[in-house]
Structure formats: C-alpha cells, structure tokens
C-alpha cells in the first residue's frame, strides 16, 4: 500500500517563505506525475503545481514565479518551495501523486494535508 506523508506546513508573515515536502513510501514501482493542490475555507481545491515523471512542470497563474515544485525520485520524494507568500496562499495543501506497485496495479492517492497560515 501506498502512502503520502506531507510536512512542512506552519505559520508564516506576508513575503516569506516555506518548503513543503510529500514523502511517498510503500509497495512503489514507479511514481507517475505528482502534483500539490490546495484547499481554503469554502473554496474548491485547486491545483497549484504539477511536475511529471520526466521534470516538467506546470503552475498556476497565481502562483507563477514565487512557487517552486520539485521532485527527487531517489527518496521518492516532491517539494514545493513557497516564496513571497500572500494571506491569499494560506490553505491545506495536498499532495496528490498516480503509482504503479510492484503487483502492476496504477492508482493515484493523496496526503492527509498540511495547513500553511500567511498572516502578520
């Protein structure tokens, strides 16, 4: 079974910064893309950044030129470097990842999410 484990997630003032990390552990084959998404109160989650198997990468408007995705297959592991945030960048972040195990089967699962607060 495949499980992803986000961290990194906490409080932080307007213009700073945080590195999200998801961890993926289990019965791993290969991991697919694997993306971060978000969720505010009463708002519908939203895709923040993607990267694919292969490095590339797609963001959202919003957050094009301050966020970073990142992803590094040997710890089976992707980033989400978050600079110059904004009180409209606090959510839950979830990373979402699609997995081949080693029985062949793909599926995608998501994280239980980390609470990111951009307030002063």
């Known amino acids: 079974q495949v499980q992803l484990v986000e961290s990194g997630g906490g409080l932080v003032q307007p213009g700073g910064s945080l590195r999200l990390s998801c961890a993926a552990s289990?019965?791993?084959?290969?991991?697919?893309?694997m993306g971060w998404y978000r969720q505010a109160p009463g708002k519908q989650r939203e895709l923040v950044a993607a990267?694919?198997?292969?490095?590339?990468?797609n963001y959202a408007a919003s957050v094009k030129g301050r966020f970073t995705i990142s992803r590094d297959n040997a710890k089976n592991t992707v980033y989400l470097q978050m600079n110059s945030l904004k009180p409209e960048d606090a959510a839950v972040y979830y990373c979402?990842?699609?997995?081949?195990?080693?029985?062949?089967?793909?599926?995608?699962?998501w994280g239980q999410g980390t609470q990111v607060t951009v307030s002063s």
């Open positions: 990267i694919t198997s292969g490095g590339s990468t």
């Open positions: 289990g019965s791993i084959f290969s991991i697919d893309d």
């Open positions: 979402n990842g699609g997995f081949t195990d080693y029985g062949g089967s793909y599926g995608r699962i």
